[in-house]
């Protein structure tokens, strides 16, 4: 089936959370394949542990490759006829992978893409890492921004759903942004209209409604709160 005008607004995805041995890795923790839609406002974070990722002979292996968010076009769907949105996310892991590691891909045969004010980081990743990789060339890409020290509040709390990555004073994201019709943040709150902040939050702090204790999770799961928070590892096709 075609899906139009999707929004997926305000969301957290932990890609890798409940992973047991011999799971095979996640490489793409959102992948999106819709005619038009709007991609906003979501942090995505990843810890992949690369003792329970193994390969055919059963010995654990690294994590090889991870894109935040993938916007791509799957067997009969049609390519984007209207425009695809990718604008305020928030991406980041903390693993060190071997091979190629994007905070957001476009297709090769993704069209009518725009790609803004999206804040990456990769701490731990020193080759073959970047932003925004357009493979179709002909996305809109703009005012995303990569660093290893993106100064987010604490985005390593061992609490799943207490990390925090709003930005610190000094980070490269703060009004990194440009204009685009995105009026709010992850939290509601309303963002600058002339130079806002690259990422998913304008504001200081990491979520105003319902907390969750993420010691009451036990395994992957998705949990639904007034600020649509999911935990969730979405498995990429192969």
Do not use: C
Not at 139 to 160: E, I, L, T
Not at 177 to 204: H, I, K, Q, W
């Amino acid at each position: 089936q075609r899906i139009f005008e999707l929004i997926f607004d305000r969301n957290r995805i932990y890609s890798g959370y409940g992973e047991t041995t011999g799971e095979r890795e996640v490489t793409a923790a959102l992948t999106i394949n819709v005619t038009s839609g709007a991609i906003r406002n979501n942090i995505i974070s990843a810890e992949d542990n690369p003792d329970v990722h193994t390969n055919d002979a059963g010995n654990p292996v690294n994590p090889t490759q991870f894109v935040g968010i993938d916007v791509t076009r799957r067997g009969d769907i049609e390519v984007p006829a209207d425009t695809v949105d990718v604008y305020h996310n928030t991406v980041y892991s903390t693993s060190s992978y071997t091979g190629l590691v994007r905070g957001i891909e476009v297709d090769s045969t993704a069209t009518n893409v725009r790609v803004k004010n999206n804040s990456v980081s990769f701490p731990n990743q020193s080759i073959n890492d970047s932003a925004v990789n357009d493979i179709s060339t002909i996305a809109d890409v703009s005012n995303n921004v990569y660093n290893d020290a993106m100064g987010f509040s604490d985005p390593d709390n061992v609490m799943w759903l207490s990390k925090d990555y709003s930005l610190s004073v000094g980070s490269p994201s703060l009004d990194a942004g440009t204009t685009v019709p995105v009026f709010t943040d992850f939290n509601g709150s309303v963002r600058d209209t002339g130079t806002p902040n690259a990422g998913a939050l304008e504001s200081a702090g990491n979520v105003t409604t319902d907390t969750l204790n993420a010691t009451n999770v036990s395994s992957a799961s998705e949990i639904t709160a007034p600020s649509l928070t999911l935990v969730h590892s979405i498995a990429a096709e192969d």
